[in-house]
């Protein structure tokens, strides 16, 4: 079983930039995927940055955000960059264990609570 805390997430204006963190329980994050999904009121989940033995990018994000993980820490990091408004959502850590990362939601076993990222115009 493994547990998800997400925390970083808040109210910035367009341009901005903000570092989202997932925090994971157990002693074997090592051999979890994990990856970010964003789900907008009305939206899918939708699939943004994963990262295992390799690491992949939504498309809307690619070149703006940055997905890293220290496994010493249980930790997962999204750095995002150049924000827009397009990027309000609710944020959402996921983990798998398997050392590639899936890029579909239902892949996933374990979800955090999700943070909320507000960005304004």
């Known amino acids: 079983q493994v547990q998800l805390v997400e925390s970083g997430g808040g109210l910035v204006q367009a341009g901005d930039s903000l570092r989202l963190s997932c925090a994971a329980s157990g002693r074997t994050f090592s051999s979890y995927a994990m990856g970010w999904f964003r789900q907008a009121p009305g939206k899918e989940r939708e699939f943004v940055a994963a990262?295992?033995?390799?690491?992949y990018y939504g498309d809307s994000v690619k070149g703006r955000f940055l997905i890293s993980r220290d496994n010493a820490k249980n930790t997962v990091s999204l750095r995002m960059n150049s924000l827009k408004p397009d990027d309000t959502a609710v944020y959402y850590c996921?983990?798998?264990?398997?050392?590639?990362?899936?890029?579909?939601?239902?892949?996933?076993?374990?979800w955090g609570q999700g943070t909320q990222v507000t960005v304004s115009s």
């Open positions: 990262i295992g033995d390799f690491i």
């Open positions: 996921a983990a798998r264990e398997s050392r590639w990362p899936p890029l579909t939601p239902d892949k996933y076993d374990y």
